[in-house]
């Protein structure tokens, strides 16, 4: 008698129930593929890590070599508990997010921030804000960290547009010269308060709002955030649009709750000005909060968008991004005179993924730049049909052109669609944590993968907004 499923590869992972690291498998069957964790303690259980096999089968064709970074640990009880970084981590920071303030005018109770995570106990009800010096401190660091090249700075919180000097922190950002500056945000402050706005298109250009966006109705919302907020989300896009900032919108999706909207929302972000991209993000589950056995995954979100659009948007039009070909999932898409159209396309991009930089941001003069610098781009045959493919939807000149003039183009014809799924200890594989290029930057000058931080060290930190 045979097995039902076949063994992909082996892999340490955490145990559902005592929290230990153990090993483990990752196995597959036409259901789907899963974590097959053998506890001596709490028996043998399965976990889902993602709905679509065909789509996990493909993702080391795109997978590459890691950027070296500085570490700031030494590896001494192993991941995820040495995070700073140490030396065992595979990729450099993509993203590095700032939390300056633990207040918030939510109470979303599946908020990751909620629990302290290695405490067990309940984040402190009187929390406050760093202060303009420290967040100063913690910029530079993660600057110099990453040999004074780090691209993507997200500010975020708690609620980072309740801190009494987010504009200051903005433009402190802008000045320190990383490549995009992004505002997390639920969107509140900008939606009742329109000034606020004015003051925020000021940072046009690698400036952008990652707007919290669940769905369209207030169901949704009152079982997300507790409370309704349709309305709210609704005129912060107004808001927006008004001033031209660019914005991303980011749902987080559970199954049974909103991922049967999928296509919903991104075809809404599509007919918006404003919105330059759509971010889908699984729920993940910390604290005390369990996951069903059928939680959705990254390849399931893709499946629902192919599906929700009518095959506007299909699953094959995604790649794994090489940074992090585990967990992310991405497309990008330029506009023509029949609406959107993804740049990939029956292109196999596998073929040419060392062209692609370790980077969640991507610019069409660097992705030209890297072809035509590097002589290997004449080995590869059809690397020059997507060069081709990009170009017949650049104006003339294009490279040639002002920033402004490439900003304003981008902003209106260019629209980027992606997954991200974070770890938790329920589908947490030990490649995966090593991979992750979304870090948190802390108080105590450390780069901690966001999902290590709110599994096992976001208790730690409290005290620093006390």
């Known amino acids: 008698m045979n097995r039902d499923y076949i063994y992909h590869s082996f892999?340490?992972?955490?145990?559902?129930?005592?929290?230990?690291?153990?090993?483990?498998?990752?196995?597959?069957?036409?259901?789907?593929?899963?974590?097959?964790?053998?506890?001596?303690?709490?028996?043998?259980?399965?976990?889902?890590?993602?709905?679509?096999?065909?789509?996990?089968?493909?993702?080391?064709?795109?997978?590459?070599?890691?950027?070296?970074?500085v570490p700031q640990t030494k590896s001494n009880k192993g991941c995820?508990?040495?995070?700073?970084?140490?030396?065992?981590h595979d990729q450099h920071t993509c993203i590095g997010l700032i939390e300056i303030t633990k207040q918030c005018n939510l109470n979303c109770p599946m908020c990751y921030a909620k629990d302290s995570g290695a405490s067990g106990s309940p984040r402190p009800t009187?929390?406050?804000?760093?202060?303009?010096?420290?967040?100063?401190?913690?910029?530079?660091?993660?600057m110099s960290a990453e040999n004074n090249t780090a691209e993507v700075l997200q500010i975020s919180g708690g609620e980072p547009t309740l801190h009494k000097d987010v504009i200051a922190i903005i433009e402190m950002a802008k000045n320190k010269g990383f490549k995009y500056v992004m505002l997390n945000t639920n969107g509140i402050r900008i939606a009742e308060d329109e000034d606020f706005v004015r003051e925020l298109s000021k940072f046009r250009g690698g400036f952008e709002v990652y707007l919290q966006f669940d769905g369209l109705d207030d169901e949704v919302y009152a079982k997300f955030r507790g409370r309704n907020l349709a309305g709210i989300k609704k005129q912060a896009i107004n808001n927006l649009n008004k001033y031209n900032i660019p914005t991303t919108l980011?749902?987080?999706?559970?199954?049974?709750?909103?991922?049967h909207l999928c296509g919903e929302i991104l075809v809404y972000g599509m007919n918006q000005p404003c919105v330059r991209g759509v971010n889908f993000q699984p729920v993940s589950y910390y604290g005390d909060i369990h996951p069903d056995q059928d939680r959705v995954?990254?390849?399931?979100?893709?499946?629902?968008?192919?599906?929700?659009?009518?095959?506007?948007?299909?699953t094959s039009d995604f790649i794994p991004l090489p940074c992090n070909v585990e967990r992310v999932a991405i497309t990008y898409l330029f506009k023509d005179k029949k609406g959107f159209i993804p740049i990939t396309r029956n292109n196999d991009l596998s073929e040419f993924k060392d062209f692609i930089g370790n980077t969640f941001v991507f610019t069409v003069e660097d992705t030209l730049?890297?072809?035509?610098?590097?002589?290997?781009?004449?080995?590869?045959?059809?690397?020059?049909?997507?060069?081709?493919?990009?170009?017949?939807?650049?104006?003339?000149?294009?490279?040639?052109?002002?920033?402004?003039?490439?900003?304003?183009?981008?902003?209106?014809?260019?629209?980027?669609?992606?997954?991200?799924?974070?770890?938790?200890?329920?589908?947490?594989?030990?490649?995966?944590?090593?991979?992750?290029?979304?870090?948190?930057?802390t108080p105590d000058f450390k780069r901690i993968p966001f999902s290590a931080y709110n599994m096992s060290h976001r208790g730690k930190y409290d005290s620093f907004y006390m």
């Open 11 to 69: 892999t340490k992972v955490i145990c559902s129930t005592c929290n230990n690291l153990i090993d483990g498998k990752i196995v597959y069957n036409d259901k789907g593929v899963f974590i097959l964790k053998n506890c001596n303690t709490c028996g043998e259980h399965f976990e889902i890590l993602e709905e679509d096999y065909k789509y996990h089968l493909i993702k080391n064709k795109y997978d590459k070599k890691g950027t070296i970074s």
């Open 297 to 314: 995954t990254l390849s399931g979100i893709l499946n629902r968008i192919e599906k929700q659009t009518s095959k506007m948007i299909k």
């Open 369 to 441: 730049k890297n072809f035509n610098d590097d002589s290997r781009i004449f080995n590869i045959g059809s690397c020059c049909n997507l060069i081709n493919d990009i170009k017949k939807y650049l104006p003339k000149n294009f490279i040639l052109k002002s920033k402004e003039e490439k900003m304003k183009f981008v902003d209106e014809n260019t629209f980027r669609i992606s997954v991200s799924s974070f770890v938790d200890k329920y589908n947490f594989d030990m490649k995966s944590m090593q991979k992750e290029c979304v870090h948190i930057i």
């Open 250 to 259: 980011v749902a987080t999706i559970e199954n049974g709750v909103n991922d």
């Open 126 to 142: 009187e929390v406050g804000e760093l202060a303009l010096d420290v967040v100063e401190k913690m910029m530079d660091f993660y």
């Open 80 to 88: 995820p508990y040495d995070c700073g970084l140490c030396e065992n």
